[in-house]
């Protein structure tokens, strides 16, 4: 029987792309070693990350072929960083309760789910997965990431939480272009992605003592990484009511602003508003 260490291990120490998408195996057995994890995954010359920029194109230039593809090029490396990065936290963190280790598999699982079917989309468009620059912006802040809690924060609650609002504004603006295969991915995605802020919402709920959850969550982040990071460029209350948020913090997240807040304002196409897009 294998071991969730040594399936965790193959997921980050394999160069290997097709290492890092193997299913989980039945009766993984939950060992609880701890092993000293370093701080950034293996990757072979494919896909490797890079620090060359690679923009992803505006919202009006979507109705081109080459431009959706490296639109799901970005999506699909996001999904890389996030099962890379759980498989991390299961092995910084082994302490944790089975449930929630468990719970974590399964968003490993959706997660490479997504990501095959992002790889297939980009691949039907004439791109290939690694064709294109691909940033690290998850794995810069694991230095932020000191407990299980923390973690959450970041990945779940704010990366997985903006994804909420770009899964579901690409998935009208595919449609909008005529691409139903790419828009019926991202509302895929969007769907799963409600389950796993979910889990993550859960999980500290459980820890929360009697503060806000908005206050809760900001004891828990630290400059640089701010609220901002929670949302889209557009954000989409109604996808966090759908996961369960409080009222509350569903606003001061929709108030929030830093430094780097709408720098350059996106141009919404009038078809996409009726999404429930927050001009706040
Ligand atoms: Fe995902
Ligand atoms: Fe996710």
Known sequence: MESLSDYLRQILYSPKLEDKLVSIPENIFLDNKFFEVKDFPEREE???????????????????????????????????????????????????????????????????????????????????????????????????????????SILSISFEGANLDFSLVYEKAFENYGDKKSANIMNQVFKDEIKHVKRGLNFLESKKKNISFWEYYNSLIEHPFTPRRAKGFFYIPETRRKVGFEEDFIFQLGEYKDEFSNRKKEIIPEELLDCGIYTG
């Open 46 to 152: 494919k896909i490797s990350f890079s620090d060359k920029k690679s923009k992803i194109p505006r919202l009006e230039h979507l109705n081109s072929e080459i431009n959706r593809a490296i639109s799901i090029h970005h999506f699909a490396n996001h999904e890389l960083m996030a099962i890379e990065l759980f498989a991390w936290a299961l092995l910084k963190f082994p302490n944790m309760d089975d449930k929630t280790k468990l719970d974590t598999l399964k968003t490993i699982s959706e997660e490479q789910k997504h990501f095959l079917m992002y790889k297939k989309r980009m691949n039907e468009l004439g791109l290939d997965f690694g064709d294109r620059p691909l940033n690290q912006i998850f794995w810069k802040y694991t230095k932020y990431m000191t407990s299980f809690e923390k973690f959450t």
